[in-house]
């Protein structure tokens, strides 16, 4: 046995998907083709938001192609079993093969036909299982069979799985879902949950997975830094208007690369020796950077014969999983043995007559009680998935291997469904589902919507533009409401022999002339130009620049602008917190090798961005294209609301949830708050504070800058992103209540219209007619799907607001949950579709409505909330505090809100 490090035994950890939730047992359903026309819910249907309403007719009718297949269902009972397998501490793969062995091995008799299992908790059989009278039991359960000559007493490790009956229900139910004529309730979840496991089954056993993918190293790529990408296939069975769908697509997975850990750990680190892990060539950095890459990581440990041969049969080794790397090497990390005191290497020795190769490196610790294990001896098993936040250059490369064309895309997905073989799959056959081998994609009704007109500011050649294709441009127009600066600093953090003054002058003529050409006007044309230290005090060297400034011009600066290295994110989060948090000076960080040799587009590009963070607006949706946001009669707010988790693996560590609203009658003016709350809490825990703070500044800017006589918004469009299905009763239950409080609080009573905005979904369209398309290959921008392969009960869709550039385009799909106002399906999408245009940082149509996609870069920007000296390592993936609690009240304590004049401006453009 190995050495262990005293005190450092820990439990496993649990990991993996979370259960499904509970309730009555799944339903089979009738496969009925679609057809007939529009369906709406029976009125006596319950919906968990807005029942579904007729479709929209507006816009240009067309067909698309979509990657969902027709499932036919038999109809029969499926019961649903809770399990427990002890210890619960097993990762999901473990417990498939200990339920795989229990159904062929351990009780086969029991389990005919076999039984579906989700990994975790649930269990669904297409027929009772023969437990007894009590409709549970517990079964004992090894991972192979007793060796008959093994005469130590000591036999395979048991472990228990014990199987409770939870519920039954009759397919008929999900059956009259799909018609419309069965409320959205638990037992409609559990039913499509239970399909879902059962599709899942098969490929669960054989290949490596996650939630919704499986991945196979049919197709792979290696990009360096002990990391493979795999190609994937995601499936997922959903409920659509009178039939139920499988929703195919293509996915990726990064994966660590098999065989020696020392190739992995040196790869990580861009080593090119072994002996660069040497203890004192080593640094601490790098030490803690390795250990998080590979804690969790199960390797294989060479067996070595040992001196002294054992007496009776030696036992597998099982794949170990390691905890971290140790801080010393194995020539320097000693313990005691029979009384004496030996190092690891001097283990190897004298146990198995083993002289290590590198005694002078670091180990690893492995398992649940801190065995220490030399790199050398350490193999990475197969197929092991990443699930730690990659790297910026990993996460480029992973976009680039996932990145396929809308043609290639569906081919992809066409094989996949070939891959997929669900004729072939025992438990797809035994609980009656059925899929065409020869099935084709299927083909939706899509329209695509009329774009809203924008309009421009005096001056402008051309006022107002009609988007094409979902983009414009800024020639010949001035911004709406332009906001110049009279002072202004330059300072350079590039080397300047990359970056000399002659450069950086022609940055500033470029972006003279931009400012000129939409109407921003500049009263100081030779700004103060300096360049520092990038690794200096960043906030003394912008301060030194102010004063410089305020010497030449009796002033301090309106706008700082810095150009930076590319990757310098760190120098990024110091220059807005000086900027943002600190002073309220708005800031513009440039790319050196960018803006070194940018064309007028660049600038234009970065005007676009200056002027809101100044307090101008650059456009404006025309009043009468986008009636119901601008009525004067019913002045509108518009929200987006969106939570930020820490990154996978991290611990004790904080969410931030951000909400944006628009303060002008025109929605193009944005204010933003942002707060910290428990980590991977999706409810905005103060969203009745800070709907309070956004409504009143509607309110004041109503009244002081637009001179309104009554400012009090009568109707608020309420989008929030990020929500899964399961959350969704939560929302209503929590956050809307929290939001009527807040109108409450200020004695007003808007109606209110609460919309979820969701892109972590599978769907994709693809346009049958080559005019249907844009120049990407991609169906066209706005083009909307609200029939066939939508919800049967509740009132949602699919927008693909913006044009395509590269890959397949994703469009948002949006479920309304709660409306006051009584829109209809054409009403809310041409008005989602409007503020898809009104995103202030580009001249094109985004993905989702701007007030969300602005709500997302604030969470994003968190960082820059707290003093960058302070170093919490926010992106970091592996801190362990014991109270949360009090981790929780430091990063509360920590953070800084945005400077007082900031706050009114949109600091995050």
């Known amino acids: 046995m190995p050495p262990r490090r005293p005190g450092r035994g820990r439990g496993g950890p649990a990991g993996g998907p979370p259960a499904a939730g509970r309730g009555g047992a799944p339903a089979a359903g009738h496969g009925a083709a679609a057809g007939g026309g529009p369906q709406v819910p029976a009125q006596h249907v319950q919906a968990v938001g807005v029942r579904r309403p007729p479709p929209g007719t507006s816009g240009r009718r067309l067909m698309v192609t979509t990657n969902h297949y027709a499932v036919d269902m ?23 093969m ?42 004992d359960v090894t991972t192979e069979d007793p060796d008959p000559n093994n005469t130590s007493g000591k036999g395979p490790k048991v472990y228990k799985i014990r199987l409770s009956w939870v519920a039954s229900i009759n397919s008929e139910v999900l059956a009259r879902f799909l018609q419309g004529q069965q409320s959205n309730d638990n037992t409609i979840l559990t039913a499509i949950t239970a399909l879902n496991v059962v599709i899942r089954m098969q490929p669960s056993l054989l290949h490596p997975f996650n939630a919704r993918s499986f991945f196979t190293n049919a197709e792979t790529r290696d990009i360096g830094g002990g990391i493979e990408l795999w190609r994937g296939y995601f499936q997922s069975i959903r409920p659509a208007i009178r039939r139920m769908l499988i929703n195919v697509d293509i996915s990726t997975a990064a994966m660590y690369k098999d065989g020696p850990l020392m190739n992995t ?20 950095r790098d030490r803690l950077r390795l250990s998080r ?58 146990v198995y007559n083993y002289n290590l190769k590198f005694p002078n490196i670091v180990c690893v610790e492995v398992g649940n009680k801190g065995d220490i294990i030399p790199i050398e001896l350490c193999e990475v098993i197969p197929a092991q998935m990443i699930k730690k936040q990659l790297s910026p250059d990993v996460t480029s490369k992973f976009v680039e291997f996932s990145t396929k064309v809308p043609a290639e895309r569906l081919q992809s997905i066409q094989q996949a469904f070939g891959v997929l073989a669900y004729g072939q799959s025992e438990y797809v056959r035994q609980f009656g589902l059925t899929v065409q081998p020869n099935a084709q994609p299927l083909s939706t009704p899509a329209r695509v919507l009329n774009p809203p007109t924008l309009r421009y500011g005096p001056g402008s050649k051309q006022p107002t533009v009609d988007p094409r294709s979902g983009s414009w441009n800024l020639v010949d127009k001035k911004f709406h409401t332009p906001k110049g600066f009279d002072r202004w600093v330059v300072i350079v953090y590039e080397n300047p022999r990359r970056f000399d003054v002659q450069v950086a002058q022609g940055v500033v003529r470029g972006l003279l002339t931009a400012c000129d050409a939409v109407g921003m006007p500049v009263r100081e044309r030779d700004p103060i130009i300096r360049h520092e230290n990038p690794q200096g005090q960043v906030s003394e060297q912008l301060k030194a620049a102010g004063q410089a400034c305020n010497q030449k011009n009796k002033g301090f600066p309106n706008l700082i602008v810095a150009i930076i290295p590319d990757g310098a994110t760190d120098l990024y989060v110091a220059i807005k917190h000086f900027g943002d948090v600190l002073t309220g000076v708005p800031t513009q960080c440039m790319k050196a090798n960018k803006c070194a040799r940018a064309r007028e587009q660049y600038y234009a590009n970065i005007c676009l961005k200056v002027n809101v963070k100044l307090g101008g607006v650059n456009s404006i949706p025309d ?63 103060d969203l009745e504070d800070m709907s309070q703070r956004m409504l009143s500044m509607y309110m004041n800017y109503g009244k002081n800058v637009e001179k309104k006589a009554n400012s009090e918004p009568k109707r608020i469009i309420f989008y929030r992103d990020g929500v899964s299905e399961g959350e969704f009763q939560q929302v209503v239950d929590l956050e809307l209540p929290r939001l009527r409080k807040a109108c409450q609080n200020l004695k007003i009573n808007p109606k209110i219209t609460l919309l979820i905005t969701g892109k972590r979904h599978h769907v994709r369209f693809f346009p049958q007619n080559p005019r249907d398309a844009d120049r990407s290959g991609n169906c ?9 392969i939508v919800n049967p009960i509740e009132f949602d869709w699919y927008l693909q607001s913006h044009a395509g550039l590269l890959g397949t385009s994703r469009p948002a799909h949006y479920i309304v949950l709660h409306d006051e106002n009584n829109l209809n399906s054409d009403g809310l999408q041409a008005l989602t579709f409007a503020l898809c245009h009104v995103y202030a940082r580009a001249t094109r149509s985004v993905s989702i409505p701007a007030p969300v996609y602005y709500a997302h870069i604030v969470c994003s920007r968190a960082k820059i909330h707290y ?22 009240e430091k990063y509360k304590d920590k953070f800084k809100r945005v400077h007082g004049t900031q706050s009114f401006l949109m600091y995050f453009s």
């Open 74 to 96: 038999a109809t029969g009972t499926i019961h649903h079993y809770d399990v427990v397998v002890t210890p619960d501490t097993l990762p999901a793969k473990f417990n498939f």
């Open 867 to 888: 003093d960058p000296s302070e170093q919490l390592n926010l992106s970091d993936s592996a801190t362990v505090v014991s109270d949360a609690a009090s981790i929780l």
């Open 293 to 350: 890459f590979i804690s969790n990581l199960r390797v294989d440990v060479r067996a070595l014969p040992p001196v002294q041969p054992q007496t009776g049969p030696r036992r597998n080794r099982r794949p170990r999983a390691i905890q971290g790397v140790t801080k010393a090497a194995a020539s320097g990390i000693s313990f005691e043995r029979n009384g004496q005191k030996i190092t690891i290497a001097q283990y190897y020795r004298q």
């Open 98 to 139: 200990l339920v795989n062995r229990l159904q062929e091995v351990i009780a086969p008799a029991v389990f005919t036909p076999r039984a579906a299992y989700d990994g975790r908790k649930n269990m669904f059989a297409p027929q009772e299982l023969n437990l007894g009278q009590t409709r549970s039991a517990t079964f």
């Open 780 to 788: 066209q921008a706005g083009t909307v799907v609200d029939e066939e």
């Open 623 to 685: 009043p009468r294209s986008v009636a119901f946001l601008t009525d004067p009669k019913n002045p509108t707010v518009v929200m987006g609301a969106d939570v930020m988790h820490p990154p996978p693996g991290a611990k004790d560590r904080p969410s931030f949830a951000a909400l944006v609203a628009n303060v002008d009658s025109h929605t193009s003016k944005y204010v933003a708050d942002l707060r910290v709350q428990t980590g991977r809490r999706e409810m905005i825990n």
């Open 265 to 284: 750990c040196l790869a990580f680190l861009n080593f090119r020796n072994p002996a660069d892990l040497t203890i004192g060539r080593f640094e601490e």
